[in-house]
């Protein structure tokens, strides 16, 4: 895997890190369920979910970050498709955030660059 895929690729992993962060630790905070298009007034009834889908960012984040230290680590035949697997999966779902809501194309995008730039990297060079 070329260097600007692994940059890429961890880049991605850290984005999705803060992702977790403000899903799963921060979302009770004002500035931070309103980045989501969520209300004061709904915030308990969606803190769940949003707890729960921060895990899921969580592991994507752990695939990525892991697969590049798995190359790292001399095993490039494990890291690489880990890796890749995380990005696609990121991208995928930038993809159906950007489809579902348009509003949120800015968090679609935030979420779906660095992979996608990861994946043609992966494939150019």
Not at 55 to 66: H, K, S, T, V
């Amino acid at each position: 895997m070329s260097v600007v895929a692994q940059i890429a690729v961890v880049l991605a992993g850290l984005v999705h890190v803060l992702i977790f962060a403000m899903e799963s630790v921060l979302f009770s905070r004002p500035q931070v369920y309103r980045r989501f298009r969520a209300r004061a007034e709904d915030v308990a009834t969606v803190q769940g979910w949003a707890f729960n889908q921060g895990w899921y960012n969580l592991f994507l984040a752990a695939g990525a970050i892991g697969g590049v230290i798995a190359v790292h680590a001399g095993n490039a035949a494990a890291g690489r498709p880990v890796a890749l697997f995380s990005c696609a999966c990121m991208l995928g779902a930038a993809l159906v955030l950007a489809c579902s809501d348009r509003r949120m194309l800015r968090g679609a995008l935030m979420q779906g660059v660095l992979p996608l730039m990861a994946l043609l990297a992966a494939i150019t060079f």
